[in-house]
């Protein structure tokens, strides 16, 4: 059983359409977040969302609007996008309640290509 | 603001030599350490964690890190490498739980392994 999913893993469009990543994670965990890594492989944090709650956004623009429907669930909408949305988006879950800090499982990644 | 150092961007170590990748970090608190190995096309894949106790963690696939704080490096190893270890290394730290439970990811270090 895979523990975080990510649809679709490739994703090719044209400048100005908009697109949606889906994620899905199965392992009971409260907190999910998104990844972008850029053809550098720099990794940097988008959101992340707590119980369907946004509690952080590394100011991202506006075209990008993350959206939790339940705890297992985080998409990622994009609008009008742009040549340098181009990069490998990565989901991540764990689980934030205890006071601790607990590890991340990341998807296998969705690699988005603009034309 | 926390961040990552990995001073090596490629390193190239021949099968069966030993391996040592390097991580400096900056943080204003005891830091969460992490080292992900991100194979290619594929997702990232937690190696080892460090939370607190014994500065030397053992993780998965026959590597080890070691905590310094003096040094504020948290360095991975591996006696003897194997040709199925090439892939990206990534350094992370992960913000206390207040914040989030962010990560923040060095740049990579990409891993060639030698016949």
Redesign the interface.
Known sequence: DTAVSQTPKYLVTQMGNDKSIKCEQNLGHD?M?W?KQDS??????MF?Y?NKEL??NETVPNRFSPKSPDKAHLNLHINSLELGDSAVY?C?S?R?AG???????????TRLTVL | AQSVTQPDIHITVSEGASLELRCNYSYGATP?L?W?V?SPG?????LL?Y?SGDTLVQGIKGFEAEFKRSQSSFNLRKPSVHWSDAA?Y?CAV?A??RA??????G??T?LMVKP
């Open positions: 907190t977040y990844y550098k492989k720099f990794l940097k944090i992340s707590n509690i952080i990565f991540a764990s934030l006071g601790t800090y607990n590890e991340q499982f990341f998807g296998p990644g | 969460y992490f992900y991100q594929q997702g990232l894949q937690l964690k939370f990206e990534f992960g206390r739980p989030g439970n962010m990560l923040t990811f740049g990579g990409r």
